[in-house]
């Protein structure tokens, strides 16, 4: 059966910081409407390779390749906004002088006026549809969060970039956010890179998992795979915790 070409391909790419190997050699890919998740410890390096797929940091040296078309090599470096991705990040936060779907429609042409069929279409999907005219401040945290996932969701990027978008929830939102976030993202059929140092999270969201460690991938498969089959003790040591 021929596989679905990769939405997003990021081969090779490798980062240095003041003499140092950051990012070394990292590969991955993501398929329309799969979550790979890349998991590891704080400091391997995770939001530098997430940072340089969007664009806002360079690879010294590696390609990024988005549906087939090279977006980042040693010759070419297309800016964010020109790379079909969106972004989520922990500090999602919204305008607070803009209303809920002022928001939402803020990178769309024409605004809210010229969209709120599909702003509030988008807000009905996370539960928020009657919130389109409210502001940032009458909602709660997990509320904004969705609020967040739809704005970048709104400009339909064919790519979505997330680097622990969760962390800041308290933990009885945190699964049903995850749950209705993983519902919206399907539902759009994008290819998503989520960063995340939570296995829990990557067991709960992933189609796929790549082990970070140290700057490298050390594991890539499916969740149950790794868990199952850990690369090294480090590995299993890492999965441990997990109920
Ligand atoms: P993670 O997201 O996995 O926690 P990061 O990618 O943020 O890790 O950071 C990996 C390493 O690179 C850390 O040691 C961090 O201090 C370092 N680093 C990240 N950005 C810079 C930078 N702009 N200049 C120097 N060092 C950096
Ligand atoms: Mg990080």
């Not at 890919?29 to 799969?34: E, I, R, Y």
């Not at 549809?129 to 064919?158: C, M, N, T, W």
């Not at 998503?192 to 067991?203: K, R, S």
Request: charged content about 25%.
């Amino acid at each position: 059966m021929p596989q679905t070409p990769p939405r997003l391909k990021v081969d090779a790419i490798t980062r240095r910081f003041d003499g140092r190997d950051v990012v070394t050699g990292v590969s991955l890919s993501v398929a329309p409407g799969q979550v790979t998740c890349l998991l590891g410890p704080s400091g391997c390096g995770k939001s530098t390779t997430l940072r340089i797929v969007a664009g806002v940091d360079r690879q010294d040296s590696g390609r990024i390749i988005v549906d087939g078309d090279c977006v980042s090599d040693d010759e070419r470096h297309l800016p964010p906004e020109r790379r079909g991705i969106g972004l989520m990040f922990q500090d999602f936060a919204l305008f607070p002088h803009l209303s809920v779907g002022e928001n939402v429609a803020f990178a769309l042409d024409g605004g809210l006026r010229r969209n709120r069929e599909r702003v509030g279409d988008l807000l009905e999907r996370v539960d928020l549809g009657s919130f389109i005219d409210a502001y940032p401040h009458q909602l709660s945290g997990g509320e904004q969060q969705r609020v967040a996932l739809v704005r970048a969701l709104a400009p339909k990027p064919a790519i979505m970039l997330m680097d622990e978008p969760f962390s800041g929830l308290d933990n009885r939102l945190r699964d049903d956010i995850r749950d209705r976030t993983l519902a919206v993202l399907k539902e759009e059929n994008t290819a998503v890179l989520l960063v995340t140092h939570e296995p829990d999270e990557a067991m709960r969201m992933a189609d796929e998992i790549a082990l970070m460690r140290a700057g490298k991938i050390v594991q890539r498969g499916a969740p149950y795979h790794i868990y199952n089959n850990p690369v090294d003790r480090a590995a299993a040591a890492f999965f441990s915790d997990i109920n």
